[in-house]
Nanobody, 126 residues
């Protein structure tokens, strides 16, 4: 049972990256999913979440609204974070996470997550 991330890397300011997080051993559809990030010297922060099932509720941190999009492909059992218009303040290690039957709201990020990805580095630099 695990979440495996991919897609991080180096991008110029204004560029885009798509992070992927593949689940194995459990069906991601039944889980609320989220993306978190942690920059050096800073606390981990919630970036975005998506409710379990077909409920469809999402939440985004103010700093990424309009630039990042969370999604899930149930056929591939994979979640994504599309990051556009990347800024110099976006670099961090990004983590995916999941918790069963969870509804996405601002309080989602404070819940204990059942599964975490290993993290992937995002660097924004010219």
């Amino acid at each position: 049972v695990q979440l495996v991330e991919s897609g991080g890397g180096l991008v110029q300011p204004g560029g885009s990256l798509r992070l992927s997080c593949a689940a194995s051993g459990f069906a991601l559809d039944y889980y609320g999913i989220g993306w978190f990030r942690q920059a050096p010297g800073k606390e981990r922060e919630g970036v975005s979440c998506l409710s379990a099932g077909n409920e469809g509720s999402t939440n985004y941190a103010d700093s990424v609204k309009g630039r990042f999009t969370i999604s899930r492909d149930n056929a591939k059992n994979t979640m994504y974070l599309q990051m556009n218009s990347l800024k110099p303040e976006d670099p961090a290690v990004y983590y995916c996470a999941a918790v069963s039957l969870a509804y996405c709201s601002r309080s989602f990020y404070k819940r204990p997550m059942e599964y975490w990805g290993q993290g992937t580095q995002v660097t924004v630099s010219s």
